[in-house]
């Protein structure tokens, strides 16, 4: 339909509209040009061209923590509003929305409702990566094994509060661009405090969901950043040791885990070797690449698997902070 209305506007001597996409992925107007674009070009390929030449698609980021809706949220909808709404969305009281000032004729004014409207959204979109969601990451895995089921009471431990910090300010927040507007040192407490926000009630398992996906775009980036210049890397390799702990299916306490992944039959069956086999988790290229081949990163890898058999999830973090 979006082609079909651009098509019309060409043949009419219509100026375009702009195509701005609101979608969760990084580049993501980049994205709906490419898929746009390609589309029309299997129509009309003068089509496509001017929709290369002509049409505009900003990129956009968002952030705000939605977590999984559940009945006690349907229940209360009905309750305080007489609304059987079977999918509210729940959601926590910060909001940021980063848009790019690549609008075709004319746009509304979004500063004035509260949105970044800047130059360029990628320097705020690794910020979040970088940040929060490599450090939701951080807190999952070893909040499972440790016993926690809602992110609020792991975030809440000063245990685990200081191992974000710790992993934010020594390498996440040195593999970022500057980001022009924003506080790094405010934006990351309020990270700490957002998680530890006991009315989001979010849970640990969507955090640890879908895991192969999400830690080659969200930590992975920021390791092989660090590997690069020579810096830290040592809480970054100990959250990959936690997912690969975590893989195994079984907690702490012998009680299964499940493992939700669309490989996950696969990471669990490399996980299940590597008591034997240290590195048959890392051994996976096709989502750690090259990292195994890196003596300095498997070491630390290996240090944080080989404590969180012997000694647990707690008394490791303990030593990952003392250091």
């Known amino acids: ?127 979040k990566l970088r940040l929060l969601n490599a450090s939701h990451q951080a807190v999952a895995y070893f909040g499972h094994l440790a016993g926690y089921r809602l992110v609020h009471e792991a975030a809440g431990d000063p245990l685990f509060a200081r191992f974000l910090r710790q992993y934010m300010d020594r390498e996440g927040t040195p593999t970022l661009a500057p980001v022009p507007g924003v506080d790094l040192d405010a934006y990351k407490a309020s990270l700490l405090e957002r998680f530890a926000n006991p009315e989001v009630r979010d849970t640990i398992a969507r955090l640890c969901a879908e895991s192969s996906d999400r830690i080659p775009k969200w930590l992975l980036p920021v390791v092989r950043a660090q590997l690069a210049t020579g810096g830290p890397i040592g809480h970054a390799a100990a959250v990959v040791a936690s997912w690969a702990r975590y893989a195994e299916g079984v907690d702490e306490q012998g009680e299964p885990i499940t493992v939700v992944d669309p490989l996950a039959d696969r990471l669990t069956a490399a996980a299940r070797r590597q008591r034997t086999e240290p590195l048959a988790f890392l051994a996976d290229r096709s989502i750690f690449g090259d990292l195994i081949d890196d003596e300095r990163f498997t070491a630390a890898y290996l240090g944080t698997l080989d404590s969180l058999h012997r000694v647990g999830a707690r008394a490791t973090l303990e030593k990952l902070v003392a250091g």
Do not use: H
């Open 1 to 127: 339909m979006i082609v079909e209305a651009l098509a019309r506007r060409r043949a009419r001597g219509v100026v375009p509209f702009t195509l701005m996409s609101c979608d969760n992925l990084q580049g993501n107007g980049d994205l709906s040009r490419r898929v746009f674009t390609a589309f029309a070009r299997l129509r009309d390929p003068e089509l496509a061209d001017w929709i290369e030449a002509n049409v505009r698609f900003p990129n956009s980021m968002v952030d705000r923590i939605t977590p999984v809706t559940t009945d006690a949220d349907r229940a209360e909808i009905a309750r305080r509003f007489g609304v059987r709404d079977r999918w509210p969305v729940v959601c926590e009281p910060f909001t940021q929305w980063v848009l790019a000032d690549d609008f075709g004729a004319g746009r509304p004014s979004y500063e004035k409702v509260g949105v970044q409207v800047v130059d360029d959204v990628e320097p705020y979109e690794l910020m």
